[in-house]
């Protein structure tokens, strides 16, 4: 199973966008998911993740009023809306997939969200 993220783009400073983030199965369900970040030469960061019962859990403070994490079970979709972009939000966002217990086996190719000051 792999994941799929889409939805990155180029945008301004203070404008918005949608990640999508789903399985390339539709079998694949249950499944928790983490946004995670990487900019050049910086480390990954955790920027949240969501269960599949729709418990969150926030990562970087820096994204924190301005980043939602959410999904529709329905579609089998996790999505994370990220307004008020700044130019220090310029990365390469990946998605990933994990169940209890387990760390986060199933990762996507990641999204490029460029943001122009």
């Known amino acids: 199973v792999q994941l799929q993220a889409s939805g990155g783009g180029l945008v301004q400073a203070g404008g918005s966008l949608k990640l999508s983030c789903a399985p390339s199965e539709r079998t694949f369900k249950n499944w928790a998911c983490g946004w995670f970040r990487q900019a050049p030469g910086k480390a990954r960061e955790f920027v949240a993740s969501i269960s599949w019962s729709g418990t969150i859990t926030n990562g970087v403070d820096s994204v924190k009023g301005r980043f939602t994490i959410s999904r529709d079970n329905a579609k089998n979709t996790v999505y994370l809306q990220m307004n008020s972009l700044k130019p220090e939000d310029t990365a390469v966002y990946y998605c990933?997939?994990?169940?209890?217990?387990?760390?986060?086996?199933?990762w996507g190719q990641g999204t490029q969200v460029t943001v122009s000051s």
């Open positions: 990933a997939a994990t169940y209890p217990g387990e760390g986060y086996d199933y």
